[in-house]
């Protein structure tokens, strides 16, 4: 041992914290034993993160003061930095989170009389350049964390007073529908709804958390494997020819295929009832027409599902127009006579910029791809055109 080793106290050893919001029960439980410490404590710190919202060790009171002494100095909780707060004339509220690296999100939280939905990111940007959609014209900048993914459930809960389990759940749906491709994720998220769904955390229903991808065949070929959510796939369009203009996604995992993945996915579930939902923005004149909707019914025919018809919402550097109430309503009718359940989303939180498609956010973009899609602007090319899964 050297001097310097032997005069070092425990304040100037520079030990790399873990954090513990993002692990799950089993990584907890790893975590504590690496410690010396019992399993019961994985149920009484998760609680206390989670449900009573305290991320400071000294004020988890069931611990002993050597614990949480000795938390202290190895873990921390690190949440998402709460930027600012915006509520919607319709109730919608939108938070910004700034997270490690500087990058922003939005996590918006769209209300149902005294409950609601909030809608979460899973990564910054996305690499999947949907031309309809806002996040992709970003371009991809990284994955979220676990941490970084159940942070904004944390945040907007402890904002409206929701994290007590013993008291009225605010938020009694999550929906995976922010920014990114969740599947390309997969891990993480997987991770996150399990966190979500678990009983010392924020437990809520598996119906109540749904995973909404593009279509990305492998990683959902896996999902029913680890996770039984509730599934949203993001169609858009009847045919391959207009899905690979609108998901370039879909040249590569072509719309049978993600039928047959999606399905694969209720197989596995125990529930047979359960069924996938079809999402479908509407853009004038581009899928709105009635033989699109008919050319969908066809298509859906041998999928358990319900379809969800989102009205586009119009933003800056898009060129896609918003459905006309008439076309919209002449959508739905023939896919309600050919015998399908549609709900209609309306649109929430515009006051705000927090619809659909407009989780725009601050990212801070560093992708090569995003440089040429300036270039192309610049060079008064056609513009791609973007919006959340
Ligand atoms: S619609 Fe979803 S998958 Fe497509 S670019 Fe936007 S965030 Fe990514």
Request: proline share 4%; aromatic share 6%.
């Amino acid at each position: 041992m050297t001097t310097k080793d032997a005069v070092l106290d425990d304040s100037e050893v520079n030990v790399e914290k873990v954090n513990l919001l993002g692990m799950s029960e089993e990584k907890l439980a790893a975590f504590f034993e690496s410690l010396g410490e019992k399993r019961f404590r994985v149920k009484q710190v998760m609680q206390w993160m989670h449900q009573r919202g305290v991320i400071d060790f000294d004020a988890m009171s069931d611990l002993s003061k050597v614990l949480r002494a000795k938390l202290a100095t190895v873990a921390e909780i690190t949440l998402p930095e709460l930027v600012s707060e915006q509520t919607s004339e319709d109730g919608t509220r939108k938070w910004l989170v700034r997270l490690a690296g500087g990058s922003c999100i939005e996590t918006v939280y769209i209300p149902e009389g005294n409950r609601g939905t909030l809608c979460v990111s899973s990564q910054i940007g996305c690499s999947l350049d949907c031309s309809f959609c806002a996040t992709g014209k970003q371009g991809f900048n990284r994955d979220l964390t676990t941490a970084e993914i159940v942070g904004q459930l944390w945040v907007a809960a402890k904002a409206m007073d929701s994290l007590d389990p013993t008291k009225d759940r605010v938020i009694s749906n999550v929906v995976l529908m922010g920014m990114g491709e969740p599947l390309l994720n997969f891990d993480n998220v997987v991770d996150a709804m399990n966190l979500m769904m678990h009983d010392c955390a924020y437990g809520l229903s598996k119906r109540r958390v749904t995973l909404s991808t593009a279509g990305v065949v492998p990683a959902l070929d896996k999902l029913g494997d680890v996770t039984d959510v509730s599934l949203a796939i993001s169609l858009h369009a009847p045919n391959d020819e207009l899905r690979n203009q609108l998901v370039p996604l879909n040249r590569k995992y072509p719309i049978a295929e993600l039928l047959r993945s999606a399905q694969g996915y209720l197989e596995k579930l125990p529930d047979k009832r359960r069924k996938i939902t079809v999402e479908y923005t509407l853009m004038r004149e581009i899928n709105d027409r009635p033989e699109h909707a008919r050319e969908l019914a066809a298509l859906l025919v041998d999928t358990p599902c319900k379809i969800n018809l989102i009205p586009f919402n119009p933003f800056d550097q898009s060129d896609y127009q918003r459905v006309s109430n008439n076309a919209l309503y002449r959508f739905r009718d023939i896919l309600i006579e050919a015998g399908y359940t549609v709900t209609l989303r309306s649109t929430r939180g515009d006051d705000i910029d927090a619809a659909c498609g407009q989780l725009a956010g601050q990212v801070n973009d560093r992708t090569k791809r995003s440089q040429r899609y300036r270039q192309q602007q610049d060079k008064g090319l056609e513009a791609v055109r973007i919006i959340p899964s």
